[in-house]
């Protein structure tokens, strides 16, 4: 049986600084076909994420290996099953995995599957809410965090994948949230859905300084918990503001993932002393074994309509580039997704 | 009855920048005589500690409200009471507060008075080891940072009055000890007493870089547990070399203390999220109530000789300015005490 010709997106040069379209390429390759035991994957949908930027730095250790010059990437998507050689699994069935990304076929030999049900949310979510993102927010916040009833919560990034989880999950557990996005249109939908009681256009202040008094002004007991998706004025505005005994979630600092040169840390770290506060640092896989805690408190939430999301969404394998590039611009609004091939569920 | 002549140390200024000796004056001063339920107290020994520079700030908000102008400055001290109108007290008794610093006599009603055992330690003692700055050292030790035998523990300021006892005590709990001091002469005494596998000399290395290097040849897995004093490049190169988990104990940062602008942080904080590591400021207030299973652990260690001190010894209350000012010079080794009167005990 002859393989599958298909399109993959390559790596086919390290960005210095900001990535671009120059630095992907889209092209045919063979998939073959699938041994004893293996699958012939089909990716629907697949997941663009900040941290896939550190994968482009071949000199810096990271948690997860840097990307291949001249090979297909990889990453998170729903795929489903075509062909199967794999008693686990029968053509039909969708799973996700952090695998399938970038390209539209693949061969999988089951490892690292998790099957999904289309039935419980559209197959898009299990990259966003109910995927990773979700995973992200959930953990940062009920094991880091874990604000009490009353807490102030400040989420920056609050529009994106992850932020806009943080806020209505620490809006349902009964804290206060002021909320961080970068237009009028993501303040607005986080006022009205996504759980923010305060949403600060953080483009309207043009340093750390106006920051600070804008958060005063939202929060004039103090901070008690920040959920930090960004870095770099925003953590500087929020040490200013930390209430004694606050926590910090450092989830990502997107803010810095495409500097060539190291920018300075905030000069007000000291304030953590004084306040006797807390800045934790996490990468979402040290949590990978409270994934089913995490899905049987947040999908029941998401079916009842408690939690929304809202998904940017690209068509075809040839706009993933646009799609990643487009996370260190603000441009997208909640889960950036791309659509690979029909999503027939 | 008349009241007491004495002296007493006011502060004349606010220093900006490093304290100097035109900031203090001693003058004489008149102690009432005790009233009823009061006392007279007589300081035998009193403290100088780091702490102090920030109530030097009028215009910082800080734990501790600043100094006024033109008073006595305040600190702890370990008195003895001469006269008692007080049934909870006796002449002759002695006690450790954190009143009756900067001055030869003063008054108490008896509030936040701890008798102290002069047979048990040195009277000093208790103002270092067997006080504030033990309590400190070993709260951040046993509540922060939590080594596990085996753990690589990075201490800085390693030859001062917090960090030699952190030194000593995660090498009783099974730690491998990396510390960091100010001249060969405390490098010295942390080897051969001071419980440090490694003793990096931090004069030695020009900037974070090179610090980064020492502490990676010191440390080749990883830097599980930093107890940090200090702050500026030795913050940096720790989070250079902070192992997967690792925890850090934010306990001072000396070397902003008198810095007129806030300097900026190490560029590296990202660092916390890629190795999942937990960084928590904390002053020494908020463990008072495990003061008394502190002393009950490091009183027997100090009796035993396992766990050894050093004072740096200044004669004589006018000395106290010099004391402290030698704090921000690393001109200290070990706990800074100055002996206000005879120590009879």
Request: some cysteine; charged content about 20%; glycine content about 12%.
């Amino acid at each position: 049986m002859g393989g599958t010709k298909n399109k993959a997106v390559y790596l086919k040069s390290y960005p210095a600084g900001l990535p671009g379209p120059s630095h992907f390429e889209t092209r045919v390759v063979e998939t073959p076909a699938p041994r004893d035991g293996e699958m012939l994957m089909r990716t629907v949908w697949m997941s663009v994420d900040p941290y896939m930027r550190g994968r482009m730095r071949p000199d810096v250790k990271s948690y997860v290996p840097p990307f291949s010059l001249d090979q297909p990437l990889d990453g998170g998507a729903v795929s489903e099953v075509v062909e199967s050689n794999n008693s686990g699994f029968k053509k039909g069935d969708y799973v996700v995995a952090f695998q399938g990304g970038w390209k539209e076929y693949w061969i999988s030999n089951g490892d690292g599957l998790t099957r999904v049900d289309p039935g419980l949310a559209p197959l898009s979510a299990y990259l966003g809410v109910l995927g990773m993102p979700g995973l992200t927010a959930w953990a940062g916040l009920t094991q880091i965090l874990q604000p009490n009833p009353g807490d102030t919560v400040f989420v920056s990034g609050a529009a994106g994948a992850v932020g806009s989880v943080v806020c209505q999950l620490a809006k349902i557990k009964g804290a206060r949230v002021i909320a961080s996005a970068g237009s009028k249109e993501k303040c607005d939908w986080l006022l009205k859905e996504g759980g923010a009681d305060v949403a600060l256009n953080y483009r309207d202040y043009k340093n750390a300084g106006a920051l600070t008094k804008a958060l005063a002004e939202a929060a004039p007991d103090g901070i008690n918990c920040y959920f930090e998706n960004v870095g770099g004025m925003h953590l500087e505005a929020a040490l200013n503001n930390i209430a004694f005994g606050a926590r910090i979630a450092l989830c990502g600092m997107i803010s810095v993932y495409n500097n060539t040169e190291l920018e300075p840390g905030p000069p007000n770290l000291a304030f953590l002393i004084a306040r006797s506060a807390k800045m934790q640092g996490f990468i979402v896989s040290i949590y990978l074994h409270l994934a089913m805690q995490f899905a049987s408190e947040v999908a029941p939430l998401l079916a009842q309509g408690k939690i929304k999301f809202r998904e940017s969404v690209y068509d075809g394998l040839d706009e993933a580039p646009n799609a990643f590039i487009g996370l260190f611009h603000g441009e997208n609004f909640g889960k950036a997704v791309i659509r690979v091939g029909p999503d027939r569920a």
